[in-house]
């Protein structure tokens, strides 16, 4: 089936500095892809979908600047957290759409910002 | 706004018995509804789907049955058994500004007992 690698797996950041998570699609390519967050006993909240080769689209209240989207090539698209701050902590999980298998998600990535 | 509502944040049942897990939404557009499983620290994982022109789906102990006049779906896993123990999300999927989106509920946790 379509799988989904997503690193790290789990990052401890200082305040201030900047994260960045890679979500790779291993054997399908994928033009759309998809960054949600998750807070503990909460649903995953859609922040942006990303596309390939154009700008990211995010939900409200996402702020673009902060959550830094880069789609560059069919099977990777990367989400930078920018001067992270402890309110940015949280599990942040991508997932692309195969089309013969639906929404294939990676494993997370749970941020820590000290 | 919660589009995608589950109601119950936990069940227990005991092994070899019926989970019954309930979804309830509000969007009139969601044409496709699909249920994850997930473990701490995980992505979700697919376990089933449902167009909205269908009202059941059945794969092995998993079956998803759909009441579209109620906006109400279930997932019914039968028998449980102990390795189903994990957070239930139940996602619907519609159109919107040309891209499609996937909403979340904020997850039921099963524990299936010995």
């Known amino acids: 089936g379509a799988v989904v690698s997503q690193h790290p797996s789990w990052v401890i950041c200082k305040s201030g500095t900047s994260v960045k998570i890679e979500c790779r699609s291993l054997?399908?390519?994928?033009?759309?892809m998809f960054w949600y967050r998750q807070f503990p006993k909460q649903s995953l909240m859609l922040m942006a979908t990303?596309?390939?080769?154009?700008?990211?689209?995010?939900e409200q209240g996402v702020e673009k600047d902060k959550f830094l989207i880069n789609h560059a090539s069919l099977t990777l698209s990367t989400l930078t957290v920018t001067s992270a701050h402890p309110e940015d902590s949280s599990f942040y999980i991508c997932?692309?759409?195969?089309?013969?298998?639906?929404?294939?998600f990676g494993s997370g990535t749970r941020l820590t910002v000290v | 706004d919660q589009q995608v509502k589950q109601n119950s944040p936990s069940l227990s049942v005991q092994e070899g018995r019926i989970s019954i897990l309930n979804c309830d939404y509000t969007?009139?557009?969601?044409?496709?509804f699909l249920w994850y499983k997930k473990y701490p620290a995980e992505g979700p994982t697919f376990l089933i789907s449902?167009?909205?022109?269908?009202d059941k789906n059945e794969d092995g102990r998993f079956t998803v049955f759909l009441n579209k006049s109620a906006k109400h779906l279930s997932l019914h896993i039968v028998p449980s058994q102990p390795g189903d123990s994990a957070v239930y999300f139940c996602?619907?999927?519609?159109?919107?500004?040309?891209?499609?989106?996937?909403?979340f509920g904020k997850g039921t946790k099963l524990t299936v007992n010995p």
């Open positions: 997932s692309a759409k195969d089309g013969s298998y639906g929404y294939t």
């Open positions: 054997d399908f390519q994928a033009t759309t």
């Open positions: 990303s596309n390939e080769g154009s700008k990211a689209t995010y």
């Open positions: 969007n009139s557009m969601f044409d496709y």
């Open positions: 449902i167009s909205s022109i269908k």
């Open positions: 996602a619907a999927s519609a159109l919107e500004g040309g891209s499609e989106k996937l909403v």
